[in-house]
């Protein structure tokens, strides 16, 4: 009779030592990446956890720039940008464009005159199946110029210490040219009026296999009209999102997307540091909002505009701030998403 085939049973332990070495590498895995074994190193929950100041309920909202509201319309591309990148997007033609305007706080309360900078975050589809997705925003740079010093700055601005900001300045000088800007740039009374900006660098890469160090701006049709902070905050917490509402429901808002190519030696990992006005700038298509949706039940409330989601023709470039942005929006995401209950949909039958 056979015998059914038994291993010998040093196979066995082996097998054994071999799945413990297995699971054990991936527990260590997963603990380094957590930061477990170096308390010091900064990790997306670091990052993310730093954002929301004490007192301050973000449930079921992004963790930054937690106010804001959906736009739906086209990009439209002139073809221009087709010489830097082969990127479809950048072809002669209409594309889908769904988008997000947004104040920069983590507080979805925040009164909407309180809050001195304001982003975009879009995403334009071409019929390749690829997406070009960027979150931008109105000063001329950033405050910090790596992932490690804008956490420096996230603790500072919550420290309960009176003298941590100045310490921070001090060690930080880079500083002063956003400081510059925001005590003396004016504030708009619409998204619409305002221009804003990637900061970070990107490499377009072109039909050749060239590739072009660039930074890109859209550019608003709307004339810019200074409004006092006092008299913005007298029409209301929310203006911004009621003004534009009425503002494309009256006609569709337009920007122009302008591209600024890097000469050599710019600095590309630093967006504390602006590129001299002289460099060249490509005129590469409109962005026209057709459509404002509430945010609530709005096509862009589940959408991560994680500024690595880019398509063939566009990649990252030594700027370390694109991956730190997109492990820090991922977690976002998913605590935003897991908190669903905590901001209702307000459709009957809609999702959780
Ligand atoms: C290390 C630096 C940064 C960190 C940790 C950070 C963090 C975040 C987080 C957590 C969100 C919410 C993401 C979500 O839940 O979907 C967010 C949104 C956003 N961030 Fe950043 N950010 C950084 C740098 C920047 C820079 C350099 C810009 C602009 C140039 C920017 C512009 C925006 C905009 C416009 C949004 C809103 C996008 C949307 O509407 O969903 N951020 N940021």
Known sequence: MLQPHRPPARSVFGSLVLIAVVVGASAAAFAYTAGWFSPQRLTPDKLVDALTPPGVDPAG?????????????????????????????????????????????PDPK???????????????STPDGQEWRMAMIDPPVFPASTPQSFYE?????????????????????????????????????SYAEERFNSLNSFIFVDTSGAEHAVRWSLLPAAQPVSVPPDDLAKRGPDFLEQEITERVHGGPQRWTM???VANPGDPTADPTKAWPADRRTVEVGTLTVQQIEAEADGPCRDINFDPTVLPTGIRTSDDPFPAARSSAYAKSYDRRTAEAADYPRTTPGAKP
Request: with cysteine; aromatic share 8%; hydrophobic share 45%.
């Open 61 to 105: 909202h992004r963790r930054n720039h937690a106010k804001g509201i959906c736009f739906t319309g086209i990009f439209e591309a002139n073809g221009a940008g087709s010489a830097l990148s082969q990127a479809q997007v950048f072809a002669r033609g209409q594309y889908p464009a769904l988008g997000r305007f947004n104040v920069a706080t």
């Open 110 to 124: 925040e009164p909407d005159a309180k809050v001195r900078v304001r982003g975009l975050g879009l995403q334009i």
């Open 153 to 189: 700055l996230l603790v500072a601005s919550g420290s309960k210490d009176p003298d941590a900001m100045k310490t921070y300045a001090g060690a930080h000088p880079e500083i002063a040219a956003f400081g510059a800007w925001a005590g003396s740039a004016p504030w708009t009374g």
């Open 258 to 260: 302008v591209v600024t």
